[in-house]
């Protein structure tokens, strides 16, 4: 399957900053990237899908001038987490497929802690 | 939205045992998979099951489907202490666009 990086692996920041989380497919074309959240011992909620080249497509409920995604290559797609406050700490997971695969692959997860 | 429900939440077992975890959603979907996740990490991916499938097996584990009940089962055989984990189903449906997780079981095999 395909490997997967998230960077950072976890962040602390302060409430009213921004962080950026990259989401890197390192042997794989991936022509759509997921992003999840996940709140201590819940599911993975999916925020939004992006594909690359286009605008992210958002879940029902997500913020899209909040939670900024960029797919500009067919191996990055990075998140931005805008004016973060205290409820956006969560565990953010990236999954990577081409799209009309079947299997998602997913990064090892970035823990963000907004102070 | 949640579609997928697992039971039990929490599973204590020893090692050697078999583990059998539920999970039943809610519509129609062209595929099943099971993941597992250890704490603190990401999702690996175990097994798919489509929707003309019955049951499936890869190792020490066996999926089955019954989508007139719209259920699966997964059963770990012969566990070991390296299989604690959360197990999460996730659906696919027909468009192939989304996975749709499920709230997960977390397991727990004692030496």
């Known amino acids: 399957g395909a490997v997967v990086s998230q960077h950072p692996s976890r962040v602390i920041c302060k409430s009213g900053t921004s962080v950026k989380i990259e989401c890197r497919s390192l042997?794989?074309?991936?022509?759509?990237m997921f992003w999840y959240r996940q709140f201590p011992k819940q599911s993975l909620m999916l925020m939004a899908t992006?594909?690359?080249?286009?605008?992210?497509?958002?879940e029902q409920g997500v913020e899209k001038d909040k939670f900024l995604i960029n797919h500009a290559s067919l191996t990055l797609s990075t998140l931005t987490v805008t004016s973060a406050h205290p409820e956006d700490s969560s565990f953010y997971i990236c999954?990577?497929?081409?799209?009309?695969?079947?299997?998602?692959?997913f990064g090892p997860g970035t823990r963000l802690l907004v102070l | 939205s949640q579609q997928g429900e697992e039971d039990p939440q929490a599973l204590s077992i020893q090692e050697g045992e078999n583990a059998t975890m539920n999970c039943s959603y809610k519509?129609?979907?062209?595929?099943l998979q099971w993941y597992r996740q250890n704490s603190g990490r990401g999702l690996v991916h175990l097994i798919l099951?489509?929707?003309?499938?019955r049951e499936k097996h890869s190792g020490r584990l066996r999926v089955t489907l019954d989508t007139s009940k719209k259920s699966s089962s997964l059963l770990i055989t012969a566990s070991r202490a390296a299989d604690t984990a959360s197990y999460f189903c996730?659906?696919?449906?027909?468009?192939?666009?989304?996975?749709?997780f499920g709230k997960g079981t977390m397991l727990l095999v004692s030496p």
């Open positions: 999954s990577v497929s081409t799209g009309y695969q079947e299997t998602q692959y």
């Open positions: 042997d794989f074309q991936a022509t759509t």
């Open positions: 992006s594909n690359e080249g286009s605008k992210a497509t958002y």
């Open positions: 519509t129609s979907i062209n595929n």
């Open positions: 099951i489509r929707s003309n499938e």
């Open positions: 996730a659906t696919m449906n027909s468009g192939y666009s989304t996975l749709t």
